[in-house]
């Protein structure tokens, strides 16, 4: 979460630090439960979740609610719920049927308690259970982020931010899996992935174009190259993500080898 959010200084800062202080130990297991557990699943939902929580620095809206005083299509039927229900956690709840659901859903009386909705370790959960009821972890198997954002957002604001969160959460979440295969030795080979440009770039493409795949080798990671990489992912039984990371690199060098 630190890796991808920007950085704040400040009262901020301060705030940052204590939401992702809450959440980290629950974030692995919270995910998991949600079955948000490959890479471009948890790099989707890092993404979306820093853009709507303003970088992870706050969980609760900043504006005061007034403009959701009397939306009977969130079912704010009583004087006062536009501020009472106002948008907070890190996918924002918002209105009072809406704190009522997911409150039923997760067994906590979030209607009767709406500022529960702002508490970091909750919120994290409400965000998945929004996730689970919008059927949004197969639209992240397509790495489909327009379909993503207009289920979270029903548009596309703040498109290229999330894009920029979504980047930089698969380069760390490859980071941290390239760590795991060998802690003493980082690997020295980038990971690559939709938007990469360069020498490694051009090094993928050649080894693809060898073992079949009709790429132009311009050292330019687009849409071809990352499909190509998804088929060869496919058919020796990797993760799907179209990312270049220490197992597909090796797979790559071994293939090529064999040919």
């Given at each position: ?55 992870y620095r706050t969980t609760e809206e900043f504006a ?23 948008g907070r956690g890190l996918l924002q709840l918002t ?165």
């Amino acid at each position: 979460m630190r890796a991808i959010a920007p950085h704040f200084t400040g009262q901020a800062g301060v705030r940052q630090a204590q939401i992702i202080a809450e959440v980290a130990p629950v974030l692995q297991p919270t995910l998991e439960s949600f079955e948000i557990k490959t890479m471009l699943r948890i790099a989707n939902f890092l993404a979306q979740t820093c853009h709507e929580s303003a970088g992870y620095r706050t969980t609760e809206e900043f504006a005061s609610g007034d403009q959701y005083e009397g939306r009977l299509d969130l079912g704010n039927t009583h004087p006062g719920d536009g501020r009472r229900y106002k948008g907070r956690g890190l996918l924002q709840l918002t209105g009072r049927a809406n704190y009522r659901t997911y409150g039923e859903a997760l067994d906590v009386d979030l209607e009767g308690n709406p500022l529960l909705a702002a508490e970091p370790a909750l919120s994290l959960r409400i965000a998945c259970e929004f996730w689970k009821r919008h059927k949004i972890n197969p639209d992240c198997d397509r790495d489909d982020i327009i379909t993503v954002t207009k289920k979270i957002n029903g548009g596309l604001n703040g498109l290229a931010e999330r894009r920029t969160f979504l980047a930089k959460a698969k380069n760390e979440l490859a980071r941290i899996e390239a760590h795991r295969i060998d802690g003493r030795h980082p690997d020295p080979r980038p990971v690559l992935h939709r938007g990469s440009v360069g020498e490694a770039v051009g090094t993928v493409q050649t080894m693809l174009r060898k073992l079949g795949f009709e790429l132009a080798i311009d050292q330019d990671f687009g849409p071809a190259t990352e499909l190509a990489v998804t088929e060869f992912q496919r058919a020796h039984s990797l993760e799907v993500d179209g990312i270049v990371g220490p197992k597909t690199w090796n797979a790559l060098e071994q293939a090529t080898r064999s040919t």
